[in-house]
């Protein structure tokens, strides 16, 4: 159990273009994902938290306009990367987290999306 | 501030060699610790967590943990490691009063020479 999916795991787009990457809890409910950053060789950056039905809250430096988070499903959170840069090329991996007392900071993982802009 | 710190950036190990991974951190409260591994190519995986009771904590793949409160320490052992260890090792910090958010330290890369 405890399965977060990503879509899609790799893409090549175009500098000014916008992407979409999805992220699914596919056997439990999620109300709060997180999303992250990681550049080759080094540790995750948090940059949000999604938050189902409401807006993300989004770490100090990262652009929140650039940086789409929608939380529409207890089960979906989707990261849209709006005039895509070189300089956003990275690897991005959400994680959700079940609720419960217990299990409060456990954190289950994407496989991640690698994107690279042109 | 918070924050996580891991001692190692890099061990290089013969297989069959004991390994200990350290983690410190910086939190005023209550905490939840995780240790994840991710193996070239591949999505973290958690390898053990410690929520409370017993500080000695066992995860997958034969890997332990010990919680020592007075140390702020998280460290991870394994006594015996094997050439598929190979991958990078993260620290994971969680506050009770931080809305599930887990800080993460630097890494540590773990290469396992046959």
């Known amino acids: 159990g405890a399965v977060v999916s990503q879509h899609p795991s790799r893409v090549i787009c175009k500098s000014g273009t916008s992407v979409k990457i999805e992220c699914r809890s596919l056997?439990?409910?999620?109300?709060?994902m997180f999303w992250y950053r990681q550049f080759p060789k080094q540790s995750l950056m948090l940059m949000a938290t999604?938050?189902?039905?409401?807006?993300?809250?989004?770490e100090q430096g990262v652009e929140k306009d650039k940086f789409l988070i929608n939380h529409a499903s207890l089960t979906l959170s989707t990261l849209t990367v709006t005039s895509a840069h070189p300089e956003d090329s990275s690897f991005y991996i959400c994680?959700?987290?079940?609720?419960?007392?217990?299990?409060?900071?456990?954190?289950?993982f994407g496989p991640g999306t690698r994107l690279t802009v042109l | 501030a918070q924050s996580v710190s891991q001692h190692n950036h890099h061990v290089i190990l013969s297989e069959a060699a004991s390994l200990e991974l350290g983690c410190n951190y910086s939190y005023g409260g209550t905490v939840n610790l995780f240790w994840y591994v991710q193996y070239p190519g591949q999505h973290l995986q958690l390898l053990l967590k410690y929520f409370s009771g017993d500080p000695l904590v066992k995860g997958i793949k034969g890997f332990e943990a010990e919680f020592i409160k007075s140390k702020f320490s998280f460290n991870l052992r394994k006594p015996s490691v094997q050439w598929s260890d190979t991958a990078e090792y993260f620290c994971?910090?969680?506050?009770?009063?931080?809305?599930?958010?887990?800080?993460f330290g630097q890494g540590t890369e773990l290469s396992v020479k046959p």
């Open positions: 994971a910090v969680g506050g009770w009063n931080q809305g599930g958010k887990l800080i």
């Open positions: 056997d439990f409910q999620a109300t709060t």
């Open positions: 999604s938050n189902e039905g409401s807006k993300a809250t989004y």
């Open positions: 994680s959700a987290r079940q609720s419960g007392a217990q299990s409060y900071n456990e954190q289950f």
